[in-house]
C-alpha cells in the first residue's frame, strides 16, 4: 500500500469510513481494574463521530462503550485511515515520511533518558521489540544488536519488521532487554491484556517503557484513542498487570513509566 501522499479533507474522510456501520461490541468490565459500574454518554469526538464513552468509577479510566472491535482497530491503522483522519484535522499532510524527523527527536531523548536511568547501561542492548513502533525511527536511536517492529500499518514500516499486526507471537516470549510501548497503548481497546503480553516478551532483568497522552491535560476524545490514561490510572494499569516503575518522564502532554518486573 503506498503511503498517502496528499491530504484528504476530513469531512470527506469521515464520509468514506462508514464507522457505524462497524459492529460494536459494550465492555461490561473496566479495561484497566476490572470494575462492573461506571457511568456512560454519548459524545462528539474529534473528528466529528458520534461516540459512547464510559468512565470507571473506581480507577478513573476514560474508554470508549460500546467499541468496535480489537480487529477492527488494526484495520483502521493498516488502511491508513489513521493517518488520513489527523492530517484532515491538522490540515496538513501527516504520514510515515513527514513524522520521521519528530520521531528521531523523540527517540533520541528517550534514549538519553533511560541510559541514565539504568546503571550499569547495556551498551549495546541484546534485542529491543518496538510495538506499535511505526517506522522503527524511534528504536533505531538506540543502540541494538537487534530489533524487532511491530505495528499494523504495513505502509509504514521498514524493511524486515512484523507487518499488519500487534500480535506478539511465542517467539518473542522471553527475549527482548527492552520493550518500547512508544505512544502507543492509547490506541489499544485492551490495554490489560495487551500489557500483560508486552511484559512477557522481557527478558528476567528486561525493561518496559510506556508513555500515554495524559487526558487530565488534554480532555480531547478521539477516535484514534479508544483509551484514555491519566497518570493515576497509567500507574493503575503497570502495577495491575506486575510491573514496577523505577523511573518516569514527563514531556509536553504526555506522560511515561520506565518499569521491571515486579518481584
Given amino acids: 500500500m503506498p503511503v498517502e501522499s496528499r491530504v484528504i479533507r476530513l469531512d470527506q474522510s469521515i464520509e468514506s469510513w462508514e464507522y457505524s456501520d462497524l459492529p460494536q461490541d459494550w465492555v461490561e468490565w473496566c479495561p484497566v481494574c476490572g470494575w462492573d459500574s461506571g457511568s456512560t454518554c454519548l459524545t462528539t469526538e474529534r473528528y466529528g463521530l458520534s461516540v459512547g464513552v464510559s468512565t470507571c468509577a473506581e480507577c478513573?479510566?476514560?474508554y470508549f462503550n460500546p467499541q468496535i472491535s480489537p480487529e477492527a482497530y488494526?484495520?483502521?491503522?493498516?488502511s491508513g485511515k489513521y493517518r488520513e483522519l489527523v492530517s484532515g484535522h491538522h490540515g496538513r499532510l501527516i504520514n510515515a515520511e513527514t513524522i520521521k524527523p519528530e520521531q528521531e527527536a523523540y527517540g533520541k531523548a528517550l534514549c538519553q533518558f533511560i541510559a541514565e536511568e539504568i546503571r550499569p547501561k547495556p551498551s549495546p542492548w541484546s534485542l529491543i521489540l518496538?510495538?506499535?513502533?511505526?517506522?522503527?525511527?524511534?528504536?533505531?536511536?538506540?543502540?541494538?544488536?537487534?530489533?524487532?517492529?511491530?505495528?499494523?500499518?504495513s505502509a509504514e514500516i521498514p524493511h524486515g519488521a512484523i507487518e499488519g499486526t500487534l500480535e506478539l507471537t511465542e517467539k518473542m516470549r522471553g527475549v527482548a532487554d527492552l520493550v518500547l510501548c512508544c505512544q502507543m497503548i492509547d490506541h489499544v481497546p485492551e490495554p490489560s491484556a495487551f500489557l500483560i503480553d508486552a511484559m512477557g516478551c522481557m527478558t528476567q532483568g528486561g525493561y518496559l517503557w510506556i508513555d500515554i497522552l495524559d487526558y487530565a491535560t488534554t480532555r480531547e476524545i478521539k477516535i484514534d484513542h479508544p483509551s484514555n490514561f491519566t497518570r493515576p490510572v497509567l500507574e493503575r494499569l503497570v502495577w495491575g498487570v506486575g510491573l514496577t516503575p523505577?523511573?518516569?518522564?514527563?514531556?509536553?502532554n504526555h506522560i511515561g513509566l520506565l518499569c521491571k518486573r515486579s518481584t
Avoid: H, K
Fill in 60 to 62: 478513573g479510566f476514560v
Fill in 74 to 78: 488494526l484495520a483502521f491503522y493498516a
Fill in 130 to 153: 518496538d510495538v506499535g513502533g511505526s517506522t522503527g525511527t524511534v528504536s533505531r536511536q538506540f543502540p541494538s544488536e537487534d530489533r524487532i517492529v511491530v505495528d499494523p500499518a
Fill in 246 to 252: 523505577i523511573a518516569d518522564r514527563a514531556v509536553d
